[in-house]
């Protein structure tokens, strides 16, 4: 694990654009430019927030990066997280890897919590990947979202980074 570079931007254009075409994982519609993603690494940057590249001999085989929650300043200590891998290397544990080092490097810049908004796809790994890594689901936002001929559901899961607080 590492701070994703300016390098990094296309293969995590490559890794995400899949997601967005041909799955309900992400309510995105159009994979982000590659100069849309370098905007969201700076603004992460800016932010002083981690974005995080996983890498496998050399590689980037995923990556994950947290944003604000909600642009209102009292919000200003919780982020949404983004986790995502490549397909082939999904299922070996780098995405518990990926996501158990942005906990942590987001604990470190002071946010105290993480919100993970998971589309209710049928597919159980991304809850099953937070639900390991101490996130505990506070609640379900109905038929929310519509893409590729399905309305879907959104689970909500938090995870307190704050030292002595469980949810």
Not at 20 to 44: D, I, K, M, N, Y
Not at 51 to 63: C, Q, R, S
Not at 87 to 106: Q, S
């Amino acid at each position: 694990m590492r701070d994703a570079t300016a390098e990094d931007v296309p293969a995590i254009a490559a890794i995400f654009a899949p997601y967005v075409t041909e799955s309900v994982l992400t309510f995105e519609t159009v994979p982000p430019t590659e100069s849309q993603w370098r905007g969201r690494l700076h603004a992460a940057r800016q932010a002083g927030h981690p974005f995080l590249a996983a890498t496998v001999d050399g590689g980037l085989v995923g990556y994950a990066y947290v944003t604000p929650w909600k642009i209102k300043p009292a919000y200003a200590r919780t982020v949404e997280n983004s986790i995502y891998l490549s397909p082939e290397h999904a299922g070996r544990g780098y995405g518990r890897a990926l996501l158990a080092e942005l906990l942590k490097r987001t604990a470190a810049c002071g946010v105290g919590q993480v919100i993970a908004v998971i589309a209710d796809s049928g597919d159980p790994a991304s809850l099953a990947l937070h639900r390991s890594a101490g996130f505990t689901e506070v609640g379900r936002l109905t038929r929310v979202g519509s893409k590729l001929g399905r309305t879907l559901d959104t689970v909500l899961l938090q995870c307190s980074l704050e030292t002595g607080k469980s949810l």
